[in-house]
Nanobody, 118 residues
Framework: QVQVVESGGGLVQAGGSLRLSCAAS????????MGWYRQAPGNQRELVAH???????KYADSVKGRFTISRDNAKNTVYLQMNSLKPEDTAVYYC????????????WGQGTQVTVSS
């Protein structure tokens, strides 16, 4: 079983920055992909960014150039640096970790609230 714990959410004004952190622990299985989804009220959960253990990244078009995902493989920790935040970035941000297995399993954190005021 993998435990995923996020931290770093909060309230920030538009144009500001926040950094989210997420640590995965408790598994003897390697973690392959880690990343972030977000869900705003009334919306579906959407991918924000993910990063593979070898470093390849993927971003949602809406955050490209503003958000940067990075990872410390030794600590199974992923970071999301969010700059130039906009009110539309307001959402609950969920971290996930996907195991490196023939049939991968996804594990989710409880979510952290990010609120951007205008």
């Amino acid at each position: 079983q993998v435990q995923v714990v996020e931290s770093g959410g909060g309230l920030v004004q538009a144009g500001g920055s926040l950094r989210l952190s997420c640590a995965a622990s408790g598994s003897s299985v390697s973690i392959n992909v880690m990343g972030w989804y977000r869900q705003a009220p009334g919306n579906q959960r959407e991918l924000v960014a993910h990063i593979v253990s070898r470093g390849a990244t993927k971003y949602a078009d809406s955050v490209k150039g503003r958000f940067t995902i990075s990872r410390d493989n030794a600590k199974n920790t992923v970071y999301l640096q969010m700059n130039s935040l906009k009110p539309e970035d307001t959402a609950v941000y969920y971290c996930f970790a996907q195991t490196l297995q023939l049939l991968p399993s996804n594990y989710w954190g409880q979510g952290t609230q990010v609120t951007v005021s205008s």
